[in-house]
């Protein structure tokens, strides 16, 4: 037996529906790629507040990555079963395929800035300029003809780009936009700090190979840096010094782990954490030295304002005391970034702490925050 809605009611109910979906706007599916696994992640946007919607973190078997069909089904797969809204994504390429640099120009008023940041990238670079896309963000806009401006390019070969967006294509995915990595940063920071906060802060993301250190003031960026310096390396040193596999070293330092087992040194116990990162201290005051420039560029930029904290993010990020280890060097408080600090969730939803999803977290904001 059934029952009939009253005529009036059945008529009210398709524009309630209507209404209530209006009122939330779904964001585009943040989506990052590495060697053996890839992160999702959705926002959803009410009114003003902003609430995480769906975060998924999928480990391929081997060869998966390697198939393109095995990895097509394995994000159609995620994209259902984490009730994933749309197919709409924002995405950025393997930091190996991206160069990004900070470059300085002379702004004239009878050229356009796009002419002259190509100039200047054609002058850094030994290939056919043709063979790249170019996209840039500038750091210092507001100066008048003859000065300086300072911009941040990031610049991939153009084969590259098609093929990673036709692999997405493939996967039943539209791409929104390709970001890089240093852009979502900045996005989740002031996100997560509000739009009107005024503090300088940095963040260091230190990945596979490559380390982005960047400055915010306020909601503005004014320095990007990446080195050539990452969990690789420190890795190998490891391996090298202490003669063990590279699963040995990672398994060692790996946040996840326990942090109270030590090993005897004579008759003194020294934490496990603490060994290895004495092993690893040469390697990091070089990344210390660069952090220390960073530090007197922000200040000469902001009239004497210094850095309030350093943040740190990605794969290195995710190792045990990193924060501890590394505030022990320099002046400025450090800490690990967590990228769904500050969001609400559904409790259906397995909320990672893991720094590692930093950058997709940031992609995700793309459209429901201020900035960019």
Known sequence: ???????????????????????????????????????????KKTGERVELSASAHVLFAEGVRESAKK???????????????????VSCMQPTDVRIMMISYLHQKDKRDEELIVQRVAERVEDDINNYVIDFQMV?????????????????????????????????????????????????????????HQANLMTVSMGYTKTYITVLSGRRLIYERDLGFGEQQ????????????????????VREESATEDISREDQN?????????????LFMELVEDINRALVYAASETRGKPVEHIY?????????????????????????????????????????????????????LQGLTEAG
């Open 71 to 89: 990895t097509r089904a394995a994000i159609r797969k995620a994209l259902r079963s984490h009730r994933f809204v749309g197919r709409e994504v």
């Open 234 to 253: 420190l890795i190998e040193s490891l391996c090298k010094e202490l003669d063990l596999d590279e699963h040995e070293a990672r398994t060692m330092l």
């Open 270 to 282: 020294i934490s496990m954490t603490d060994a290895l990162y004495g092993v690893l201290k040469p």
């Open 312 to 364: 740190l993010t990605n794969v290195v990020a995710s190792w045990r005391g990193i924060e501890h280890f590394i505030d022990s060097l320099i002046e400025v408080p450090v800490s690990v970034l967590v990228p769904f600090e500050g969001f609400v969730h559904s409790d259906a939803i397995t909320v990672e702490s893991d720094p590692r999803g930093a950058v997709v977290t940031g992609m995700a």
């Open 1 to 43: 037996m059934t029952m009939a809605l009253p005529p009036k009611l059945a008529e009210r109910i398709p524009a309630i529906i209507g209404k209530k979906q209006a009122a939330v706007q779904y964001g585009p599916i943040g989506i990052e790629f590495d060697g053996a696994s890839m992160r999702l992640v959705q926002f």
């Open 140 to 196: 210092r806009p507001q100066v008048k003809d003859g000065q300086e401006r300072s911009v941040l390019v990031a610049l991939a070969r153009r084969d590259k780009v098609l093929d990673y967006l036709e692999q997405l294509r493939k996967a039943g995915l539209r791409v929104r936009v390709l970001e890089i990595e240093p852009t979502a940063i900045r996005r989740l920071v002031v996100a997560q700090h509000g739009n009107n």
